[in-house]
Structures are given as C-alpha cells and as structure tokens.
C-alpha cells in the first residue's frame, strides 16, 4: 500500500528511481527467515516493514552484510540486538512501559496484588509473556499465576480454573486472537469474570469482536497508535487506510500495517534527505539518529534509533461490541520499567 502510494504521490522517486516491492514469506519458521535475508543481502536495497515472531533465524545474517532492516517491530532478542535491524515500533524485551501496571495500581488496587499472566510458549510471546509480570511486580503488582500455553493446546478450562482457585483479579494473555478468543469462552463458560481482563494491540481488529462476541465484552486493550475510528483526527492514519483499500479492497486494517507503513514511511523520508549519499550504511546511521519518531502522527513516538521502548500508550475497552475509549483519547507516557 505505501509502496502504490509512494509512487503515485512521488513521479520523480528518490533520485529518480521508483520503489520496487519484493515480497519475502517467512513462513512463521526461522530458517525460513534465515534464507530470505541472506536472499536479500544480494537482492535488495533494505528490507522495510517486516513483522514476526518467529524473526530470530535471519538476523546474524542481517548484521553481517550490513542489510538496512526497518521492521513493524523486532520482537525477540536476537532481532533486536541485530546493529543494522530497527522497529518503527520501538518494543524492546526487557523493557516494558508502565502504563497498563499504573492503570491497574491505580483503579484496581486489590486485582493489582492478585495477577496473571499467560503466554503462548513460542515464539515472542513466549520471551515476552515472562518479561512483562517482571517489570509489572518490579512496579508494584503481585502475580500469583505466570504460565505458559502450548500451541496445540485447545482446552482452556484448566487454566481458567487455576485462575478461580487462585481468586486472581487481574487477567493478562500474551498471543493471538484464536488463543484470546479461548480463553474468554473459558471464562465465560465456567463463569469467571475478573476485574481486568487485558490484551495487548494485536487484539485491535474486526476478527477479534467477530470471533469472540459476548465473551469479550469489556476486555481492556493498550495500544500506542491512533483507532481507525478516529481516522478524521490523524491524516497519516486516513492515508493508511485509504491506500490499503486502493490496493487490496476489503484488506484489514492492523497494529502490524500501522507500524510497516511507519517503517515505510522513515524509510522514504531519510533516503530522501540523504539525496545522493544514500548506501546502505548511510541509511543506518541515519536511522541510529532517529529518536521520538511518530510517521506523521499516525501513532505514539518510538525510540527507534536509541531502540527503546516507547512509554507513551493509552485504553480502549470492548462495549456493545465496539472498540471504544477508555479514559482519555491521548497518551500516557509513565516511562518504562527494565528488566531481565
């Protein structure tokens, strides 16, 4: 979508030349990734926009022939210790923003002493599931149940049950939406309704509401980019959406488009000032340099050169079947919370 957008709105490119997409398929597999990227070390200019949480196999490879990568995000460690590979989501392991811990501190008080956290044991979910209860007790919460889910696993009555037993109050789940889905019907079917029951952004589509229905009315979501609802207030978010629809109408609209194009975006814009200085190693210095990055707005500043963390998120909740605001519509930045 960026890439039709580009071209069209830029007849003269950068210097003179159009961008020209190739499309590498990692197949949720790292030594898949492993070969797209030694693949592109020879075929192409930079690898822009890519997301996965299985992105570990091709970043020893990334590094080593100096391949410019601006993902989505770099969400295990290997990809985020890559020198050459960046995210236009800043999320680093280890360093988890305190707004959700705050929120839940600050208007939950009793479920903050009694949390849970579960995880998907694969991929990034797996690293960051035991990463962020660290940083959430290390601010002031109390979890009584951290423990990993298996792929495979479809029986999500057990789990509940532990949770029940445990009187847990607060509810979080690292994973995608077939295993957020689960786990709501669980609850639901045995009766179990706690204070908070809170998703991370990848929740943030039509599938989520879709598939889950009553059963995830009132989960609480954090995310650190504009709602498409709100399209009429962000420009550059209107532009994603209208560009995605030119492209591929009916296309979904997600938190991971939202930050390739950003990728797309900063990478445009900072080959464009390098003008003819522009390599592979001026781009990532240039990159190095970029800090509180937003693509127009269109969501929360990122760290991207400094690759920290970005503190700045805000609450939606589902009602009536809708993503709707929760509390205020802009960010809260309460910094980040370390560890390891």
């Known amino acids: 979508a960026f890439v039709a957008y580009f071209n069209k709105s ?4 950068i210097c003179g030349r159009t ?34 949480a299985f992105d570990s196999g091709g970043a020893a490879v990334t590094e080593q022939c100096g391949l410019p990568d601006l993902r989505s995000a770099g969400v295990t460690g290997p990809r985020q210790r890559c020198a050459t590979c960046f995210g236009a989501q800043s999320t680093i392991a280890g360093e ?15 479920a903050a002493q009694n ?12 690293e960051n599931g035991q990463l962020q209860p660290k940083a959430m007790t290390k601010r002031g919460m109390r979890f009584t149940v951290v423990r990993g889910i298996e792929v495979s696993e479809f029986n999500y009555a057990p789990y509940v049950q532990q949770l029940k037993d445990e009187g847990v109050g607060y509810v979080q789940i690292t994973g995608a939406i077939p295993q957020f889905v689960r786990l709501a019907q669980a609850m639901t079917q045995q009766g ?35 709602p498409f609802e709100e399209a009429s207030t962000s420009p550059e978010t209107k532009l994603y959406l209208d560009w995605l629809q030119a492209t591929k109408p009916g296309a979904t609209p997600d938190f991971f488009g939202v930050f390739s194009w950003s990728a797309a975006r900063l990478f445009v814009e900072t080959a464009a000032k390098l003008g003819g200085d522009l390599s592979r190693e001026s781009l990532i210095a240039a990159i190095r340099k970029t800090d509180n990055w937003t693509a127009n707005g269109l969501h929360a500043p990122q760290r991207v050169g400094p ?29 980040i919370t370390t560890v390891s």
Not at 115 to 126: D, K, Q, R
Request: charged share 20%; aromatic share 10%.
């Open 115 to 126: 949390a849970a956290s579960l995880y998907i044991n694969a991929g990034a979910a797996a």
């Open 96 to 110: 988890v923003n305190n707004v959700v811990a705050d929120h839940v501190l600050k208007n939950f008080p009793d």
């Open 307 to 335: 690759k920290s963390t970005g503190e700045c998120f805000r609450l939606i909740q589902v009602k009536g079947g809708k993503f709707v605001p929760l509390g205020s519509t802009k960010y809260t930045c309460n910094g």
């Open 192 to 226: 179990y309704d706690p204070d908070v029951f809170m998703i991370d952004p990848t929740a943030y589509e039509p599938g989520f509401l879709e598939q889950g229905g009553k059963d995830v009315e009132g989960v609480t979501i954090y995310m650190n980019f504009v």
């Open 19 to 52: 961008l020209v997409l190739k499309n590498y398929d990692s197949r949720t597999d790292d030594p898949a990734d492993q070969r797209n990227h030694a693949d592109a070390c020879e075929n192409v200019f930079a690898m822009v926009g890519s997301m996965s």
């Open 10 to 13: 830029n007849p003269d490119g």
